[in-house]
């Protein structure tokens, strides 16, 4: 069974900094091959913010460039996204995502989701 657990979400002041981060557990983890992390604000749908695969390779939302970092430790199957200059539109629930996922329990090819946290821009 594959579980992602977020942590980090907030309030913080527009122009402010919080680090999200996404623990993956699934048995005895050997890979994952892509992390990502989406959010969702309300009466919108759902977007990618930014992804990262196993290798290191990245994308980021127009919007979120320059601004927000993503990385992954693989050794702890953990991806975090340092948020800087955070905007009032950057209010959303963010979620973690992993996708193709090697354990000593199985293969778990699909997406597998976080219970999302909530960050909140405002002053």
């Known amino acids: 069974q594959v579980q992602l657990v977020e942590s980090g979400g907030g309030l913080v002041q527009p122009g402010g900094s919080l680090r999200l981060s996404c623990a993956a557990s699934?048995?005895?983890?050997?890979?994952?091959?892509?992390m990502g992390w989406y959010r969702q604000a309300p009466g919108k749908q759902r977007e990618t913010v930014a992804t990262?695969?196993?290798?290191?390779?990245?994308n980021y939302a127009d919007s979120v460039k320059g601004r927000f970092t993503i990385s992954r430790d693989n050794a702890k199957n953990t991806v975090y996204l340092q948020m800087s200059s955070l905007k009032p539109e950057d209010t959303a629930l963010y979620y973690c995502?992993?996708?193709?996922?090697?354990?000593?329990?199985?293969?778990?090819?699909?997406?597998?989701w976080g219970q999302g946290t909530q960050v909140t821009v405002s002053s």
């Open positions: 990262i695969s196993s290798g290191g390779n990245t």
């Open positions: 995502n992993a996708k193709g996922i090697n354990s000593r329990s199985g293969w778990y090819p699909g997406d597998y």
């Open positions: 699934a048995g005895s983890i050997f890979s994952i091959n892509v």
